[in-house]
């Protein structure tokens, strides 16, 4: 049986993201007041959707959960993208990723052909505009107990 809080996998993400991409990450939804940082900068939110349950009466815990890495660029005068910042988080977000999925030795890991991701606009609760990139992947949960 799996006794993971979905806590811990937010802190898992949080760790691969946090100042490798980003010193703005938030978990869950975005901050109700933004920082000058988040405005200018732009930030991260992570989601993780539900938790899966695929373990075994011998010991062995497994599980999966899809989430969300959803990153907020702030536009450029007169709401052009910031294809530079756009291009920035993306590719930090594709590198944190893919190094992620390599790495399948720890107690959670992505799960590589699980991956998917696109591309809108947003307004953020404090009504700024934000062009976002979305990438949701599967993060399995492998424990021996």
């Not at 900068?41 to 062995?60: A, Y």
């Not at 992505?110 to 696109?118: A, F």
Request: aromatic share 14%; charged share 25%; net charge negative.
């Amino acid at each position: 049986m799996l006794n993971d809080s979905r806590i811990d996998i937010y802190d898992y993400l949080y760790n691969l993201l946090y100042d490798v991409v980003t010193k703005n990450v938030y978990s869950m939804r975005e901050p109700q007041e933004l920082t000058k940082s988040d405005t200018e900068d732009g930030f991260i939110v992570i989601h993780v959707g539900d938790l899966n349950d695929e373990g075994e009466f011998n010991g062995q815990a497994y599980g999966w959960a899809r989430c969300y890495i959803e990153a907020f660029v702030p536009p450029i005068t007169r709401g052009r993208l910031d294809y530079e910042k756009y291009k920035t988080f993306e590719d930090g977000i594709n590198t944190v990723i893919k190094l992620a999925t390599e790495d399948n030795t720890g107690t959670y890991f992505i799960q590589e052909g699980s991956v998917l991701s696109m591309d809108a606009d947003e307004t953020s609760n404090a009504n700024n505009s934000y062009f976002t990139f979305i990438k949701s992947f599967i993060v399995n949960i492998d424990k021996q107990e």
